[in-house]
């Protein structure tokens, strides 16, 4: 099966400055991942997602890096903003059509 | 815009007593999704249906039923809720192909008196 877990449960940054939330996966074969945000009170929103066959997908102020080798996914949030606040989970899936795996998630705080 | 519906936001109901959950999707995805979510942990799928496929996680309560009538609708029955129920139900749909991302409601809050 596959686990997924994040480093950190709590993050602080200040606002303007990088995030960068880190994930590991143990699950060699898993070939797709997520991450998403949810904020208070709603369900997660996709933020940006990637295949096993790149190690780096970049979207709006967010770029997501995987390094298959030690099984490591991150999500780099550039300059910060109080609207990123949120606990933004990782998810992964083994292969196929197999649903998501989430991981216990990490709790971005912005500091203004 | 299409999306994917719950109603509704907030429930409340009374130990044993059963509840229904619902979620429509505008998306015509062929996959539906249900996952419960405690405070500050990460959702737990509970159930999903391909199409009319029904697949259960191994340690779902034998509590929680699903129906899917057709594309657009799924439902969850709890039959006799505890007070171990009270989370939030996320429905999510995807595509049926593979590596498609799931797309969330904003979940129904179920609380047990």
């Known amino acids: 099966g596959e686990s997924v877990g994040l480093h950190l449960p709590t993050l602080s940054v200040q606002e303007g400055d990088n995030s960068i939330i880190n994930c590991a996966y143990s699950?060699?074969?898993?070939?797709?991942f997520i991450w998403y945000k949810q904020e208070s009170g709603k369900g997660p929103q996709f933020i940006i997602d990637i295949r096993s066959n790149m190690d780096k997908r970049q979207g709006q102020r967010v770029t997501v890096l995987l390094n298959k080798t030690v099984k490591h996914l991150s999500l780099q949030i550039a300059a910060t903003q109080p609207g990123d606040s949120a606990v933004y989970f990782c998810?992964?899936?083994?292969?196929?059509?197999?649903?998501?795996?989430f991981g216990k998630g990490t709790r971005l705080s912005v500091i203004a | 815009d299409a999306m994917v519906i719950q109603n509704p936001r907030y429930q409340v109901t009374q130990f044993g007593k059963p509840v229904t959950l619902s979620c429509s999707q505008t998306l015509n995805h062929n996959v539906m999704y249900w996952y419960q979510q405690k405070s500050s942990q990460a959702p737990k799928l509970l159930f999903h249906?391909?199409?009319?496929?029904?697949?259960n996680e191994a340690d779902t309560p034998d509590n929680f039923q699903s129906r899917r009538p057709n594309t657009s609708f799924c439902f969850l029955d709890i039959r006799s809720p505890g007070l171990g129920d009270a989370a939030m139900y996320l429905c999510?749909?995807?595509?049926?192909?593979?590596?498609?991302?799931?797309?969330f409601g904003d979940g129904t809050r179920l609380s047990i008196l």
């Open positions: 998810a992964a899936t083994p292969s196929g059509n197999t649903p998501l795996v």
């Open positions: 699950n060699s074969a898993s070939d797709y």
């Open positions: 249906y391909y199409d009319k496929d029904f697949n």
């Open positions: 999510a749909t995807s595509r049926g192909d593979s590596n498609q991302p799931q797309h």
